[in-house]
């Protein structure tokens, strides 16, 4: 039998910093989020950060938590149930961090006679931290608790068809009613050393303006590439006026370059040097709304454009249960039930 695993970021079961802190833990010790020999990552996370950040970063959470709980766990749950009508094979939803974990996930289907699984990272494009951290879990996994499955996966979608054009919509509906100057696409950031690591070349990628332009197997797994690309797929789908529109990456974290340019000061330029009054921003590295597009975006971001000049800040909902991101989903699953899919 066929089944599905859903799998997205996680969050913390609750506000309380003991909570934030086991997060935190989680996430942060992933090898692949912070990619740094064990011992210094192990006295960075657990020696510095975890010993200050978790009060700071409850306190972010608490100002977007909503009754039913994180948002990014609701809406994921939104998209589950919309999801398994719409197909007769087990799904399931898992958090790569956090609850409900992949083991549950995978244990769910397992017990339901499961023994090939699609797993669908709800990520448009490819990250050491988000798509390949979840394939390598599965994979252990699999290995160690679940030898007789098999498992696959939706590669980057970033630029499938069907996936452009309900991002596109979803855009489109949410701009109908807002009067822009620019419109800013922000992904979540990564270390500039995450794109060399993920060159399977070892040789093509060079964040230097260019090589993300030219042809290279490189691109299957380059993240700053495949956040180019969205940003020019829904121009071309939406044909907008490319002069209005840009891209940026948002949550640097540590001293270490990261992707630029940076969305916080891309926000305060806009205003302070371009003159932009009124600005939109859309967020499609997120698949749900969560702490880094309702807190970071919509409330730092609209703070600190408004206090360099901005007159209107407007923030566009991620694709979250969008019923076309349902109907790709579902698309996807009835393709994987048939044979040689994926």
Same mark, same amino acid.
């Given at each position: ?48 950060? $975890? ?54 996930? $995978? ?59 309900? $991002? ?175």
């Amino acid at each position: 039998m066929k089944g599905v695993l859903i799998v997205n970021l996680g969050s913390p079961d609750s506000i309380d910093p003991k909570d934030v802190k086991k997060y935190l833990g989680e996430f942060l010790m992933d090898e692949r989020v912070i990619d740094l020999p064990l011992w210094l990552r192990t006295f960075l996370v657990k020696g510095i950060i $975890l010993n200050t950040r978790p009060k700071k970063s409850a306190a972010a959470y608490k100002k977007i938590w909503w009754k039913e709980g994180s948002p990014l766990i609701v809406l994921s749950k939104r998209l589950y149930q919309k999801v398994i009508k719409k197909t007769d094979i087990p799904v399931a939803l898992s958090m790569r961090y956090g609850n409900p974990s992949m083991k549950t996930g $995978l244990s769910e289907l397992y017990e339901k006679g499961v023994k090939e699984v699609l797993v669908i990272p709800l990520y448009p494009q490819f990250a050491m931290a988000t798509t390949e951290t979840i394939l390598v879990l599965s994979e252990e996994l699999r290995r160690n608790y679940f030898p007789e499955m098999k498992i696959t996966h939706i590669p980057a979608f970033y630029n499938k068809p069907e996936y452009v054009k309900a $991002l596109s919509n979803s855009i489109k509906e949410n701009l109908k009613n807002i009067d822009y100057d620019h419109l800013l696409f922000s992904y979540h950031g990564i270390p500039e050393r995450h794109i060399y690591k993920s060159d399977v070349t070892k040789s093509h990628c060079k964040i230097d303006g260019s090589c993300c332009n030219t042809p290279s197997k490189a691109h299957e797994f380059c993240y700053r590439h495949q956040c180019l690309s969205t940003t020019e797929n829904v121009i071309s789908e939406l044909n907008l006026d490319r002069k209005k529109v840009s891209t940026s990456f948002q949550s640097r974290l540590g001293a270490n370059p990261w992707l630029q340019p940076y969305t916080a000061k891309t926000i305060v330029e806009k205003a302070e040097k371009d003159g932009i009054e009124k600005l939109a921003i859309v967020t499609p590295a997120f698949v749900s709304d969560c702490l880094e597009t309702l807190e970071e975006i919509a409330m730092e971001g609209k703070e600190e454009f408004l206090e360099s000049g901005g007159k209107e800040f407007h923030t566009i909902p991620c694709i979250n249960d969008n019923d076309e991101w349902v109907d790709v989903i579902a698309g996807w699953i009835a393709d994987f039930k048939k044979p040689k899919a994926y």
